[in-house]
Nanobody, 127 residues
Framework: QVQLVESGGGLVQPGSSLRLSCAAS????????MGWFRQQPGKEREFLAT????????SYGASVKGRFTISRDNVKNTVDLMMRSLKLEDTAIYYC????????????????????WGQGTQVTVSS
């Protein structure tokens, strides 16, 4: 079965960088578009970034564009989220998600488009 395991979260200071990683197993990773989302208490899950199954195309949410970078390794079956210039408001639980992609150009920015999710990793930005 599909398994997604996030890692790399933690407590960091404002302005710092952090790399999250999501290890995928149980499915044909290279056939899936991947996404990163986050959720803060009392708020809906927020889209951060998505990447096509081959990694050739990415898309970002407005709040993180220019600061966060998504990448994937289809040999290691991982998808990473490099986060730079972290702000207090980046504090949240971060999730990776997977969706089988019908073609090489498919990517998804809505949480409702994804069927498989990891358990999340906490990122806390605090001075």
């Amino acid at each position: 079965q599909v398994q997604l395991v996030e890692s790399g979260g933690g407590l960091v200071q404002p302005g710092s960088s952090l790399r999250l990683s999501c290890a995928a197993s149980g499915f044909a990773f290279s056939s899936y578009a991947m996404g990163w989302f986050r959720q803060q208490p009392g708020k809906e899950r927020e889209f951060l970034a998505t990447i096509t199954r081959g990694g050739g195309t990415t898309s970002y949410g407005a709040s993180v564009k220019g600061r966060f970078t998504i990448s994937r390794d289809n040999v290691k079956n991982t998808v990473d989220l490099m986060m730079r210039s972290l702000k207090l408001e980046d504090t949240a639980i971060y999730y990776c998600a997977a969706r089988q992609a019908p073609g090489p150009g498919a990517y998804y920015t809505r949480a409702s488009s994804y069927f498989d999710w990891g358990q999340g990793t906490q990122v806390t930005v605090s001075s």
